[in-house]
């Protein structure tokens, strides 16, 4: 896997550019703010390890976090900034083959959107991914208490994990607009972290990991 960071400018070759995207924002009381972010970067690293000719990009940290205001420790840049950075990142990476803009935070998804397509009718060669999970478990439930159990453990403060609104989440998007999470969950958790294991972690990562690969190798005509 080659970091972009590491390289030295003329070491760096005319590669596909992943660009991990996270968020810093609340994860309930037992996962850490940067959960996304080290989601993305690992999608990002397995993508590399797999596929020739990756190179990851240090990840963009912040996102477009404004429903989760209401707790501490949350950072967001919100929609229009996200989309203008990933705008700007992408036209600077021109060097570059391509692009794939791994995203490991729902909230990045609209603004993403909006900027592929722009940066697509520009003739940029752009991809956006992110992975797939329950409607009842969105956010900082099973899914990802099991993910970074595999990932850092040690960041993990299982004996304060609780269940949060474990609506789909459709059923909560209005509420969701107009009030942020503290409205539907107030202890930010969307989901139920109960049965979390480092093993379904694993498991989630590799599934994740195959489809990503898929869908740029498809992508890239290999």
């Known amino acids: ?49 797999r596929v020739a000719g990756v190179v990851v990009a240090p990840p963009l940290p912040f996102g477009s976090s404004g429903e989760h205001a209401g707790f501490a420790g949350t950072l967001s840049i919100g929609g229009p900034a996200l989309e203008l950075v990933v705008l700007e990142l992408v036209r600077s990476a021109d060097h570059f083959a391509a692009a794939v803009l791994v ?46 159990l595999a990932l850092r453990p040690s960041e993990v403060r299982l004996s304060a994990a609780r269940a949060g609104n474990t609506e789909p989440l459709p059923r909560l998007w209005d509420r969701l607009r107009q009030g942020g999470v503290r409205t539907v969950s ?21 599934t994740w990991s195959d489809a990503l690969v898929s869908t740029v190798r498809d992508w890239l005509g290999q």
Not at 186 to 206: C, K, M, R, T
Request: charge should be negative; charged fraction near 20%.
């Open 1 to 49: 896997m080659t970091e972009l960071g590491a390289l030295r400018s003329p070491e760096v070759p005319r590669a596909v550019l992943a660009v991990p995207l996270g968020a810093t924002e609340q994860h309930g009381p037992h996962l850490p703010l940067h959960t996304d972010t080290a989601i993305a970067v690992e999608l990002s690293e397995r993508l590399a390890a």
């Open 103 to 148: 995203n490991g935070h729902g909230g990045n998804a609209a603004p993403l959107a909006r900027a592929v397509r722009t940066l697509r009718e520009e003739g940029r060669e752009v991809l956006s991914w992110a992975p797939s999970g329950r409607a009842d478990d969105s956010h900082a439930g099973r899914t990802e208490t099991s993910v970074m």
């Open 186 to 206: 107030g202890n930010g958790v969307l989901g139920d972290p109960e049965g979390a294991s480092a093993v379904e972690g694993e498991e989630l990562l590799a």
